[in-house]
């Protein structure tokens, strides 16, 4: 099963919450951590991630918070998980991290395929795509 760490999927909560509500300024921290029940210290720690990675900008002052440091056509999810946990990897064994099956193994090429495929899908969707109902042509099942 592939699933997002609790880092990266609180961090896509938080940054579609930004893009989606732009238009009304800077959204704090409090107000997300509310809205999607996430402790904030954790999210604390998210939102300075990708304000390091120049994906949000901090806005300080009674009316401060954070907003996209771009548009969000121009932010990918693959960014914002590269932001949050290094780079994507589905496995560990492709970085020869002394998997016990590693000579035996015949999945290795096949499991890169897959991960060149993932990685592909997450950095053509943008925080943009996340926020309409259209599903991406990448992402339809094929029969």
């Known amino acids: 099963m592939l699933r997002f760490t609790k880092r990266a999927d609180y961090g896509l909560m938080a940054i579609h919450y930004i893009a989606i509500n732009d238009q009304l300024g800077a959204v704090s921290a409090k107000r997300i951590a509310e809205e999607f029940g996430i402790p904030p210290e954790l999210l604390a720690k998210i939102l300075q991630r990708l304000a390091k990675r120049r994906l949000i900008a901090s806005q300080n002052g009674p009316k401060g918070g954070y907003v996209l440091a ?31 099956q590693e000579e035996r193994c015949n999945l290795r090429r096949p499991v ?6 993932i990685s592909q899908m997450l950095d053509t969707m943008s925080l943009a795509d996340l926020a309409t109902d259209d599903v991406p042509e990448l992402l339809t099942i094929r029969m």
């Open 112 to 117: 890169q395929k897959l991960q060149a495929a």
């Open 70 to 100: 771009r548009r969000p056509e121009q932010i990918s999810v693959g960014q914002v998980v590269r932001a949050l946990e290094g780079p994507i990897n589905i496995v560990g064994c492709l970085d020869h991290s002394g998997c016990p």
